[in-house]
């Protein structure tokens, strides 16, 4: 099976939301909890953006909360906040005074009223009137149910049958975000899922359009849907066929390098990172391909996605690669570098083909696939 590394996880782009910078309206969780004891403990956390950084070749994303607290007093309580758009949050109760005894809930806030009533359990608790938050039980169980049997293969099947398995796994988790997408296309998860199937690889940008089109008014100028329009318009523009983007970036030696410069020239833009495992892995391929194709017009530019402090571990995985041939450039910003958000890099490793007029022919080549499309166009 095939191996990157994402920009996000899965579950962020379904269950965190954007940092806000949209005009805020009060939100107001009201809870009835008939059958709690007086002055039980509520905790509320509302998700606040996130940190991200690389910890053992792998982009960890931390999330953020911002907490308050009240009590039930005659069996309810309440919360008031600014946000502004759906939200995502964490509701805790603590039934009982031993504080390691608690019940955790995860649930979505938006401008407005929101209701939760429970007569028993935070597990049991429904929302009436909120189709955000039906909705979001309709997406936690489905990838609850993906975890679990992802787990369950991991554990169970030998490793010859494992990769058959996730592969099914993962074409029916596929086929429920489009079935969602599809049959409830106003849903503000029907958003994240489009951007979920958008970002891998799985529908195409005109695709996505079509799906973005029929999502109604309720959500359209939410910033999660703003990105997603400018993620998707974006793609368009990198279809094969259009014009690269131009850029300009830095050297290993601090030299300006222009896109453009390779104009007249099959140029393959790379992009990728020291501390990427499978980007390296793809090392002696690139090293192939340059080699067999240099003397017909070919060469490659890779642009590095490491990050401030690390030059050095940078300029020694292109020694240790033996990639130093051809030229090499970085803003040394991770994936949030003008250039990798310019040609809206999903992962990495991730390379687009660039034919001598400057036009996207071809994208993601990796393994035997790019020395058979430079030995077609060359």
Same mark, same amino acid.
């Given at each position: 099976m095939s191996i990157v590394f994402k920009r996000s996880l899965l579950a962020l782009s379904m269950l965190s939301p954007?940092?806000?910078?949209?005009?805020?309206?009060?939100?107001?969780?009201?809870?009835?909890?008939?059958?709690?004891?007086?002055?039980?403990?509520v905790y509320l956390g509302v998700d606040a953006g996130f940190d991200?950084? !690389?910890? @053992?070749?792998?982009?960890?994303?931390?999330?953020?909360?911002?907490?308050? #607290? $009240?009590?039930?007093?005659?069996?309810?309580?309440?919360f008031k906040g600014k946000i502004g758009e759906p939200t995502n949050a964490t509701l805790i109760i603590y039934p009982e005074a031993d504080l390691t005894k608690y019940e955790k809930l995860s649930i979505y806030?938006?401008?407005?009223?929101? !209701?939760? @009533?429970?007569?028993?359990?935070?597990?049991?608790?429904?929302?009436?009137? #909120? $189709?955000?938050?039906d909705d979001y039980k309709e997406v936690v169980a489905a990838e609850l149910r993906y975890h679990q049997v992802d787990?369950?293969?991991?554990?169970?099947?030998?490793?010859?049958?494992?990769?058959?398995?996730?592969?099914?796994?993962q074409e029916w988790y596929i086929k429920h975000k489009k079935d969602y997408v599809r049959q409830r296309p106003t849903s503000y998860f029907s958003l994240m899922y489009t951007?979920?199937?958008?970002?891998?690889e799985v529908i195409s940008p005109r695709e996505a359009a079509s799906l973005y089109e029929k999502a109604g008014n309720k959500y359209r100028h939410t910033e999660r849907s703003l990105e997603v329009k400018t993620n998707?318009?974006?793609?368009?523009?990198?279809?094969?066929?259009?014009?690269?983007?131009?850029f300009t970036c830095q050297d290993i030696n601090g030299k300006s390098v222009s896109l453009s410069d390779y104009r007249g020239k099959h140029v393959l833009l790379e992009f990728w990172a020291s501390w990427?495992?499978?980007?390296?892995?793809?090392?002696?391929?690139?090293?192939?391909?340059?080699?067999?194709?240099?003397?017909?017009?070919?060469?490659?530019?890779?642009?590095?996605?490491?990050?401030?402090?690390?030059?050095?571990?940078?300029?020694?995985?292109i020694e240790k690669d033996g990639t130093g041939a051809w030229t090499h450039v970085s803003e040394l910003k991770l994936f949030e570098g003008k250039v990798p958000k310019l040609y809206a890099v999903p992962h990495i490793p991730f390379n687009f083909l660039i034919d001598p007029a400057g036009k996207i022919v071809a994208k993601n080549l990796r393994g035997e696939e790019l020395g058979a499309t430079l030995q077609k166009i060359l």
């Open positions: 954007l940092i806000m910078h949209a005009q805020t309206k009060e939100y107001r969780l009201k809870g009835e909890f008939k059958n709690a004891k007086p002055h039980t403990k991200r950084k !690389v910890e @053992n070749g792998q982009e960890v994303i931390q999330l953020k909360a911002v907490w308050d #607290s $009240t009590e039930i007093n005659n069996g309810s309580f309440v806030l938006e401008p407005g009223e929101i !209701v939760v @009533n429970s007569d028993g359990a935070l597990s049991a608790a429904t929302f009436p009137g #909120s $189709t955000l938050n787990d369950s293969i991991r554990r169970s099947y030998a490793h010859a049958s494992r990769d058959a398995a996730t592969q099914a796994l951007q979920d199937l958008l970002r891998d998707i318009d974006q793609l368009l523009l990198l279809e094969n066929g259009k014009s690269a983007p131009e990427c495992a499978p980007c390296r892995e793809e090392s002696p391929n690139l090293i192939a391909a340059y080699k067999k194709y240099k003397d017909a017009g070919f060469t490659i530019l890779s642009v590095s996605l490491d990050k401030g402090g690390d030059r050095e571990k940078w300029l020694k995985a």
